[in-house]
């Protein structure tokens, strides 16, 4: 059975940095997109970087980029979301979400969403 398990998440102050885990259950990366999405209080749910296994293509939300850098540990099945000079406004619900993506498959981005975890919470704030 396919899981993802989102973990990492906690307080930082403004600045400070956190790195989240997804851990991927039931099947290898190969052949998957793994994205990071998050949700504010209040807001809709946005994508913050994704990568995928076919072609190694990363994408990034503008807020974020050259902040956040998002890497994998094929060993481990294991994606990663590195988060520096975290403002408050990256508070929210980070969750991870999977697709299986395969190449000449027609897909618009790597921010494929048939599984999602559970989601870690990350608060921003002095």
């Known amino acids: 059975q396919f899981q993802l398990a989102e973990s990492g998440g906690g307080l930082v102050q403004p600045g400070g940095s956190l790195r989240l885990s997804c851990a991927v259950s039931?099947?290898?990366?190969?052949?998957?997109?793994i994205a990071w999405f998050r949700q504010a209080p209040g807001k809709e749910r946005e994508g913050v970087s994704c990568w995928r296994d076919f072609d190694g293509s990363t994408m990034y939300l503008d807020s974020v980029r050259g902040r956040f850098t998002i890497s994998t540990d094929k060993i481990k099945n294991t994606v990663y979301l590195q988060m520096n000079n975290l403002e408050p406004e990256d508070t929210g619900v980070y969750y991870c979400a999977a697709e299986f993506q395969v190449p000449y498959g027609g897909y618009e981005d790597c921010y494929g969403t048939d599984f999602w975890g559970k989601g870690t919470l990350v608060t921003v704030s002095s």
């Open positions: 039931g099947a290898t990366l190969e052949h998957y997109a």
